[in-house]
């Protein structure tokens, strides 16, 4: 039996029509369409897993529904998507025993000069042992701060046995310091001794700034950061937790809806209009001002399978504007709204945490205002279109806490009253940058 199969080649989602009845060329058709996973390469990979041999499969997928189901079949079929390792990952996607290794190229704001660096590095000076290690070989080359922080936040130093949060505490520093200790050798105020000492010596001449003793971040963070900075959940997907709510509250996946309406012949399970219970991971919301000087928001919702986007307005986030947080799992409730050649959207009723279902979904809590608070906001000037936008906000948000509106350019404040909830500070800081908007 061979030690191991590695496929390389296409990996595709094939798309079947059938006509009802005999075929008419140049003519329409009624009939049929069916969608599954194909790809020469990817179906004998299926073969030799079905056989039993240990099977790799190496190929290229886009970041939408139909990459999505390939990648589900690669997960069922017990082929791995390796975490980037700064000792272990290429700048391509590799094979090795257990998966496939997720490339560094991959990772944003990582240049491929840079990891050219990295690998040369590596086969010349051996792996290395720490972030201290790593910043001190690869000092002068085309590292920068965003460059080594995204390699922590995608868990490129996860195999070191550090925390990421401990790293992310410290990395600047660390950087820091090393970028000093060469302008010293560089600029010649090291004394002769020093210059004469052994290599040893020379290494030891700055200590490794210690870690410091916090928790690691929460497993919903660590995939939060996976997913800002390679495109996709690595450790796990942020629906993991919740299969037995998902299956208590009888959820279609969102690729089943959105391959239905794909049907040549018109959907067979879902109609235009029909209200439907979803789940799923947040992963933006984009608020705007309707014609009626109302607020709405966009918000785009993904399971393991697809992603979907929702219309939701004034009432819905009122009462509810409070659950719409990026990376927060949730309940949507709604009718299915299909347009023109538009994917099928959601127009929201209802937003809840899928960590609260238990048997349902659970009532709207009251909410809770921070006593003694006052926001302060920073705007331009008066005339700034923003000033519109936050009132609507706060009209949303009705509540006996202290707004105090300050104009860059007058230094005028101007008070009103509002309820502080996490929402409103979070559109806040969306409209304005979060330098501009602070509580205490």
């Known amino acids: 039996m061979p030690k191991e199969i590695v496929g390389i080649g296409a990996a595709n989602v094939d798309i079947m029509g059938e006509s009802a009845a005999r075929l008419v ?18 179906n004998v990979c299926e073969n030799t897993a079905r056989l039993g041999l240990p099977t790799r499969l190496i190929t290229t997928v886009g970041e939408d529904m139909y990459g999505e189901k390939i990648r589900s079949w690669c997960r069922e079929c017990g082929i791995a998507l390796l975490p980037p ?5 290429a700048d391509r996607f590799t094979v090795e025993e257990g998966g496939i290794r997720f490339g560094l190229v991959a990772i944003k704001n990582i240049g491929r000069g840079f990891i050219q660096a990295v690998m040369r590095e590596r086969e010349t000076g051996g792996d ?27 868990g490129a130093f996860d ?151 929702l219309l939701c307005f004034s009432r819905v986030l009122e009462t509810c504007g409070a659950y719409m947080k990026e990376n927060q799992a949730v309940v949507v409730k709604g009718r299915l709204s299909v347009r023109d050649e538009k994917a099928p959207q959601i127009m929201c009723d209802s937003i809840y945490p899928l960590s609260t279902v238990e048997g349902g979904i659970p009532e709207p809590q009251p909410r809770q205002e921070a006593p003694g608070e006052t926001l302060f906001l920073k705007f331009p000037s008066i005339d700034d279109p923003a000033i519109r936008h936050m009132k609507l906000v ?20 101007y008070v009103t009253q509002a309820l502080l909830h996490p929402a409103l500070v979070q559109e806040a800081q969306e409209t304005l940058g979060h330098e501009n908007v602070v509580v205490k």
Not at 85 to 89: A, E, K, P, V
Request: charged share 25%; net charge negative; hydrophobic share 35%.
């Open 85 to 89: 390792d700064i000792n272990r990952s």
């Open 159 to 309: 195999s070191m046995g550090a925390r990421r949060s401990q790293l992310i505490k410290v990395y600047e520093s660390v950087m820091d310091s090393v970028a000093a200790q060469q302008r010293e050798n560089v600029e010649g105020q090291m004394d002769f001794f020093s210059m004469a000492a052994d290599n040893d010596e020379k290494s030891n001449s700055v200590k490794e700034i210690p870690l410091p003793d916090i928790p690691e971040y929460t497993p919903e963070e660590l995939m939060t950061m996976e997913k800002a900075t390679t495109g996709l959940y690595l450790s796990g997907h942020p629906m993991d937790h919740y299969r037995d709510a998902v299956r208590k509250l009888h959820a279609p996946t969102i690729v089943s809806i959105i391959e239905d309406f794909s049907r040549e012949n018109g959907p067979e399970r879902f109609t235009d209009g029909q209200r439907i219970t979803i789940a799923g991971v947040i992963t933006s919301s984009k608020t705007k001002t309707t014609k009626n000087n109302s607020l709405m928001a966009y918000v785009m919702v993904e399971d393991d399978t697809a992603s979907m986007e």
């Open 128 to 154: 290395f042992t720490s972030l201290y290690d790593f910043c001190s070989r690869m000092n002068g080359s085309e590292m920068n701060k965003r460059a080594v922080e995204n390699l922590i936040r995608s």
């Open 25 to 42: 060329m140049e003519d329409s058709n009624p009939g049929t369409l069916s969608v599954s996973v194909g790809g020469v390469t990817r």
């Open 394 to 413: 706060f009209q949303m948000f009705p509540g006996k806490s202290v707004v105090k509106m300050v104009m860059a350019d007058t230094r005028k404040v």
